[in-house]
């Protein structure tokens, strides 16, 4: 089959951009061929590009050489069409395509490549083994639902600039090549052919280039950024992701709480057409942690955990009595008119509870203002009614409860609270949640690593109140930190910085690293705090995480253009693969033998 050359094909409109008003008008449209349907003397071609999907018609009486070269397309064949835009015929109209109303006929074809039969069909609605549309990704992102995610991306990152713009901050970039100094993930390390023996890393973040800058006088910064983390892969999490980092010099907390509140406002306003209400309701850790188990708690919907620790403290029953005496928890949530639950269920969302390290999951139903439930019998009156107060619990509903480790506690019901939530409807899709998460624990301690570690990073400021605790009961101190949720998602965190180099060098001491070791890792930073440091402090967003809840996407994977595979793989492009032995000969690298 000859294949045209694009000759006189100048594209004037975009497929999907096509309406009603353009009735009348010569078009000349560039794209795929999605479908075909010969009825004999009429072809009808679905005509796809990125903005969507146009009806073009052949037909034998308007140009029968234009209509016996359209019997030979094929799905996925790159096509170029001059013809004009008509209204369809009465009651043929397609109320699915934003083009249902129009079509074209077609006057000219040109067939500018053709194409072998796809692996899957190029349609939202094809269930495809992810593996496949990942080896395949060129036909996967041509799918209508992959390309909208990617032009809002775009979308985003404009009114990003455009914002911050707007304030006076400045995009600047940081290294991509800089040193290794490993505080939480892993490192990507890259040898360097120059210095044998030496290695770069990959940043897991920008966060000391950026305060450099500060230092630097650069008061308003910001960038979107590639950043990369050698870490176990989920749904929501790359070993290469985007942030959009911002630091501010001369500010306190609301400060950039507020700016980045306005942010918000700005990107739902432009790129959804949404209308934010701020500023942000704003949680401390403590109480999240109390009321939702966790410190990125999901608002829309109640169902929140309750301790029923003191109301259970003198109960008999050994799982109330042992997590009692070992300094543990008790606590439950409430489902409203979940009286109706089959045994079955129940037992489920105990099997469910266990994923989560509970020993087991105990139930009440309200039936004619009485407990039905094995427990009933350790249960004095009194504490029955202290835990129904507690749980506003009313007629037909079902009480849920897990005792033992607080964190095992807050774990599984918090994850239960979301299971249910999803289970019975209650989670609304079409609400936007915000709510901010403060006074964080600046340190916490890791029994395996025997020493304290940084909740955020080893660089946040500790509260002013809290300071004198430092050096004394470091764990009772409390960070300038923050993190914006929303819908139940980390968006953002950041805090105020230490600006000071003697808070930062006892910080330092405090997470076991003695003053030798803080050079050897941080010496840069620590010496430039000596000269004239301002109080700065800044934030980083998930970009492609935000992303993925304003697309309504189930995975990262389907807002980013190249993803990796959970064991972190390329399938498309086989990476990572192996070099030749001249290039590790250059880099003075020898491979271990890989066992059989």
Request: hydrophobic share 40%; glycine share 8%.
């Amino acid at each position: 089959m000859k294949i045209d050359l694009l000759g006189d094909m100048k594209r004037t409109d975009y497929c999907g951009d096509l309406r009603e008003g353009d009735a009348g008008r010569e078009v000349t449209l560039l794209g795929w061929v999605q479908r075909r349907r010969d009825l004999g003397g009429l072809i009808f071609v679905e005509m796809r590009d990125r903005q969507g999907i146009v009806q073009v018609v052949f037909n034998s009486e308007v140009d029968p050489e234009v209509h016996e070269k359209a019997q030979s397309l094929r799905s996925e064949y790159v096509i170029g069409v001059k013809g004009k835009v008509v209204l369809r015929p009465k009651g043929t109209a397609n109320p699915k395509l934003g083009t249902g109303e129009i079509e074209v006929i077609a006057t000219s074809l040109k067939i500018l490549n053709l194409s072998k039969t796809p692996p899957f069909l190029i349609e939202d609605e094809e269930e495809v083994a992810e593996n496949t549309r990942l080896k395949y990704r060129y036909l996967d992102l041509r799918k209508p639902r992959l390309q909208q995610n990617l032009i809002l991306r775009h979308r985003v990152a404009r009114e990003v600039r455009n914002y911050f713009d707007r304030l006076g901050f400045l995009e600047i970039e940081t290294p991509m090549l800089t040193k290794s100094t490993p505080e939480g993930a892993r490192d990507f390390l890259v040898p360097s052919r120059l210095t044998p023996g030496h290695f770069y890393a990959l940043p897991q973040s920008p966060q000391l280039f950026k305060q450099i800058l500060m230092i630097s006088g650069f008061d308003r910064y910001f960038q979107i950024v590639r950043c990369f983390r050698d870490e176990d892969l989920r749904s929501d999490r790359q070993p290469e992701f985007t942030q959009i980092d911002v630091e501010m010099s001369f500010v306190k907390v609301e400060d950039i709480q507020r700016t980045m509140e306005g942010l918000m406002v700005h990107i739902f306003r432009q790129v959804l057409g949404v209308e934010l209400e701020a500023p942000f309701p704003s949680m401390t850790y403590e109480e999240a942690m109390d009321r939702y188990g966790v410190d990125k708690p999901d608002i829309r919907f109640g169902m929140e955990l309750r301790d029923v620790t003191e109301a259970l403290r003198h109960s008999p029953f050994h799982v109330f009595k042992e997590a009692i005496e070992t300094k543990g928890a008790i606590k439950a949530i409430n489902v409203k008119g979940g009286g109706v639950f089959s045994r079955k269920e129940v037992d489920d969302l105990t099997h469910f509870v266990q994923n989560f390290g509970a020993k087991g999951l105990l139930s009440a139903k309200i039936v004619q203002n009485e407990w039905q439930s094995s427990i009933r019998k350790f249960i004095t009156e009194e504490e029955r009614k202290a835990i129904d107060g507690i749980l506003d619990a009313g007629e037909n509903d079902l009480l849920l409860f897990v005792a033992g480790p607080g964190g095992v506690v807050n774990q599984s019901l918090a994850n239960l609270r979301l299971h249910l939530g999803a289970k019975l409807g209650l989670i609304p899709e079409d609400q936007y949640r915000f709510v901010w998460i403060v006074d964080f624990p600046l340190l916490e301690y890791d029994e395996k690593e025997g020493r304290f570690v940084a909740v955020h990073h080893p660089f946040t400021a500790p509260k002013d109140e809290d300071l004198e605790k430092l050096r004394e009961h470091p764990e009772l101190v409390r960070a300038k930190a923050y993190d914006l949720v929303l819908n139940g998602s980390e968006i953002g965190g950041g805090s105020i910085r230490n600006h000071l180099e003697e808070v930062q060098s006892l910080v330092f001491e405090k997470l076991g690293m003695g003053e030798e070791e803080a050079r050897e890792r941080f010496g840069f930073l620590l010496e430039a705090l000596e000269y004239g440091t301002p109080p700065h402090g800044g934030i980083a967003f998930g970009f492609d995480r935000l992303i993925m809840i304003l697309s309504h996407s189930e995975s990262i994977r389907d807002v980013i253009a190249f993803p990796k595979t959970q064991k972190g793989t390329c399938l498309m492009t086989e990476a990572p693969s192996r070099v030749d032995s001249k290039q590790l000969d250059e880099l003075w690298i020898k491979l271990k033998e890989m066992k059989a």
